[in-house]
């Protein structure tokens, strides 16, 4: 159902690569409720094309930009407010690949130039993302950042890796700019930290299937989804939460809160 929460909103919507990602959820959930974007991804990711179906879906144009390059974000920032015809009020940013995690290196076995790859791509992205936005004078006030994290940055996961310590990272991010953007700018910083969700990035740990399954037995309400997660997204992009910043809000059916359920006693039982 829609609310017509974002009408008049304008911004811009990182990492939708295919119609499994939160990003391409939340795209879809943006647009009926009335919001108007840029879609951005690593030029690599645009050759796989799929995203000019969303874009077509969504009247929504494409701009090309990896975000470790300041440039490329600086020209994003610029041609999304040309293009949509003013300032922004709302920013996703759904990023993350570990290079470890891909080529199959264990936490305890970095190659510690991929360590940096995977850390610029995943947290330090964040900050760059933000520092353009705050530099360019390109949010309005009220508006809303929102990144996406996962409980492994409180807790250890060990096939997590080293995304975990990223995710740290960017949380730490989300409360620091929050804090410069809040003060300065009335604009909040959030990041969501989602329960496991079959996309490309989250099948791309080990033992996923194993681990969602857990995940949705300790969950009170079950995992989120990415639909679910498109759902609160919006909430965070409309103006019922403007006074909601700096916060690390877990979207998890309630998984970070539980010891252990019946199903995994259950499971234990002799
Ligand atoms: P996904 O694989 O669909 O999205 C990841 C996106 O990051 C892709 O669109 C990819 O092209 C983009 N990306 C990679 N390098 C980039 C670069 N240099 N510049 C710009 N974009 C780049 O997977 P998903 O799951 O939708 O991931 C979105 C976010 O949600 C990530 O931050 C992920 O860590 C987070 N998350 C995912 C969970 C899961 O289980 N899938 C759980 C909790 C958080």
């Known amino acids: ?57 969504t009247n929504s144009e494409i701009i090309p930009a990896d975000a470790t390059k300041e440039e490329d974000l600086e020209n994003l920032v610029n041609q999304a407010m040309e293009i949509l015809g003013g300032k922004l009020d709302f920013v996703l940013h759904s990023i993350g690949m570990s290079v470890n995690v891909r080529k199959g290196r264990a936490y305890t076995d970095e190659n510690y130039d991929f360590t940096a790859k995977g850390w610029d ?11 353009t936005l705050y530099k360019a004078e390109a949010m309005n006030e009220w508006g ?8 492994a940055a409180q807790r250890t996961f060990p ?21 410069f953007f809040g003060k300065e700018r ?11 969700t079959p996309t490309t990035a989250g099948q791309g740990v080990k033992g996923f299937d194993g681990f969602i399954n857990y995940a949705e037995k300790m969950s ?6 990415a639909d679910d997660c498109a759902d609160y997204t919006v909430s965070l992009f409309s103006d019922l939460t403007k006074k909601v910043t700096m916060q690390n809000l877990f979207h ?19």
């Open 1 to 57: 159902m829609a609310y017509n929460l974002l009408k008049g909103k304008k911004g811009i919507i990182f990492g939708a690569l295919d119609e499994n990602s939160i990003a391409w959820k939340t795209a879809e959930r943006v647009h009926e409720e009335g919001g108007t974007f840029v879609l951005t991804n690593a030029p690599i990711a645009m050759r796989m094309g799929q995203i000019k179906d969303l874009a077509a879906k």
């Open 121 to 131: 791509v995943s947290a330090l992205s964040f900050h760059k993302v933000m520092q």
């Open 144 to 151: 809303s950042i929102v990144a996406l994290t996962y409980m």
């Open 159 to 179: 096939d997590y890796n080293d995304m975990a310590d990223n995710k740290a990272y960017l949380e730490s991010v989300a409360r620091s700019f929050g804090y």
């Open 186 to 196: 009335k604009v909040r910083v959030n990041t969501i930290s989602q329960s496991p």
């Open 220 to 225: 009170p309400l079950g995992n989120a989804t």
């Open 252 to 270: 998890d059916g309630g998984f970070s809160n539980t010891g252990v359920s019946q199903e995994v006693i259950d499971e234990f039982a002799p």
